[in-house]
């Protein structure tokens, strides 16, 4: 995202955009009654207020697959062009165990030039199954998202299971519902999720399903996404 654009103005022209696609006008306008003054420069307990009771009118309103796909629509997405060596080798060999081993490695290869991390700190990630490519397992790839870069480090020392989740999240609206307590649908973690399926539907040029397994919002001390791959008939 350029810097000179506003986060809080982006995400919910992705949101409007979104709820349109799926829901319509009149949902649409239901949802986001009251988003038309907020900005980055907004009082972020406004921010908070406001994205609670949004989450709350989409679960509402939609059904679960609907505000799934609303929110995976908002998601931010990994550079299709560090995608495109794994999208011609899967065009060329079919092999997903192929290309997901060069996605992770691609990660460690971030984890290690872009973060410069220690040995051991990226082995305890791969451990974990944290990152990009995560752990395949059959036709299903078990996502779970590493805690923010800037983060990393407080989170993996911190012993507080509170702290913890507000180390976490990517999201800093996210972050600041966690740091004032407050509580929110874990419906707004399909958002995360959509990281993942831009991925896979990049590489595969097919469509995955996405299915939400832990969420910090649910108390949760990481967010887990399964990611069910198309099979061959």
Known sequence: MPPEQDFERAWLAKLASRLDEVAGEEIQQGVMQGSEALSSATRRQEV????????????????????????????????????QPMRVKYAETGDVGLVHRMLQEQFETFLRNTLEL?????????????????????????????PKSGNLLQYLREEDPVKK?????????????????????????????????????????KPVRLELLKSVLAGDDVCAFAIHLPTED
């Open 48 to 83: 908070i207020d406001w994205t609670r009771n949004a989450m709350a009118r989409l679960d509402e309103l939609l059904s679960d697959e609907d505000r799934q796909a609303v929110l995976l629509g908002c998601a931010c997405h990994y550079p299709k062009s560090g995608l």
């Open 118 to 146: 220690r040995e051991a700190i990226i082995a305890e990630i791969v451990s974990r199954g944290w990152g990009a490519a995560g752990r395949l397992q059959g036709d299903t790839i078990i996502a779970t998202k590493i």
């Open 165 to 205: 989740r507000q180390h976490y999240c990517h999201c800093p609206r996210i972050r600041e519902v966690l740091m004032t307590g407050a509580t929110i649908s874990p419906t707004y973690c399909y958002c995360g999720a959509g990281f993942y399926k831009g991925i896979w539907e990049e590489i595969l040029q």
